[in-house]
């Protein structure tokens, strides 16, 4: 696909506003459907759906179907990315409200940080990155610890410890998703990662009984609705508009969705689902996206050994 550099201003208002509002309320979505449907199997539903409609339109434009080396990396990935994160957040909504859900997850750039330290060793630990991550964790700590005095109660810590995992886990996939044999086709790749990640997320919810409990004539219309939402538009319509903006806009731009989305997830949970916003809800979100803003805008330091081509920017949000 080529890049335009001038497409029309309402279509690249329109893709904005998808990934920074529809993305943003995908969490009480989340939360709504996950009251009444076990989590991974409400996971599994949304992404096999999803992912077969993403992948079956690309192949009926004609993409190459995955090799057998390049399907191993898409499990893997999926694997990472949809048991480990999606399969955890949705798990985690059970405990925790929606808007601190979402800021949770604005960690991960924090994480990636320091994969690409850690694991690539493709950038140094500076002062200012330093310092990013140490208020992201003042942030986190806000959220979470019972001994700082910010009033009301702190969320619940085994929704927290599994959102952390999530995060640390969709780090560790951006770090391998530059090491592993993919398809070259952006679209292709992420479509065959949804629908492998949607039959994982099936096999988890097996393995765990979900399949058991559930009973199609006892989920409530709402919950059906927020499932429809969050495929048609956080999955489908969403990650088109992403695509779109990757080959019409900067990657620094398309990334503001990033500390965008924490921002509408705590009004839309405050506001529509009567969920807290205390100083303590307040000062961690602050402090989070601060961290993010400083993370996503430094200047990578490189290390000799890193390559000199720049990163890519491979994300599916909520």
């Excluded at 449907?37 to 096999?48: D, E, I, K, T």
């Amino acid at each position: 696909m080529e890049r335009s550099d001038h497409p029309p201003a309402w279509q690249t208002l329109l893709a904005f506003s998808i990934i920074y509002l529809v993305w943003g309320t995908t969490f009480l979505a989340i939360r709504i459907g996950v009251q009444e449907v076990s989590p991974f199997l409400f996971a599994a539903m949304r992404f096999v759906v999803a992912g077969l409609i993403l992948f079956g339109w690309t192949l009926a434009r004609g993409k190459k179907v995955p090799s057998p080396r390049q399907w191993a990396s898409v499990f893997l990935l999926a694997f990472l990315i949809f048991v480990m994160d999606y399969g955890l957040l949705f798990w985690a909504e059970q405990r925790v409200p929606s808007g601190v859900a979402s800021v949770m997850l604005g960690t991960i750039p924090a994480f990636t940080a320091l994969s690409e330290i850690i694991l690539l060793r493709t950038q140094r630990l500076t002062l200012r990155l330093a310092s990013a991550l140490l208020i992201g964790i003042l942030g986190v700590a806000a959220l979470v610890s019972r001994s700082l005095n910010l009033g009301g109660e702190p969320i619940n810590r085994a929704g927290a410890v599994a959102l952390i995992v999530a995060s640390m886990s969709w780090s560790l996939a951006s770090a391998l998703t530059r090491k592993l044999q993919l398809p070259s086709s952006k679209v292709m790749s992420s479509g065959a990662q949804m629908l492998a990640g949607g039959i994982l997320l099936a096999l988890t919810a097996a393995a765990r009984g979900e399949f058991q409990t559930f009973h199609p004539s006892m989920v409530s219309r709402g919950a059906w609705l927020a499932l429809l939402y969050l495929i048609v538009a956080g999955s489908i319509a969403g990650f088109t508009a992403y695509v779109w903006l990757i080959h019409h806009e900067s990657p620094t731009k398309v990334g503001t969705y990033a500390y965008v989305n924490p921002v509408v997830a705590v009004f839309v949970g405050y506001f529509l689902a009567g969920e807290p916003l205390g100083l303590r809800t307040i000062f961690g979100t602050a402090c989070v996206l601060i961290s993010v803003v400083a993370i996503t805008t430094a200047s990578a330091k490189k290390t000799a050994q890193a390559p000199a081509s720049s990163r890519a920017a491979d994300a599916l949000e909520s």
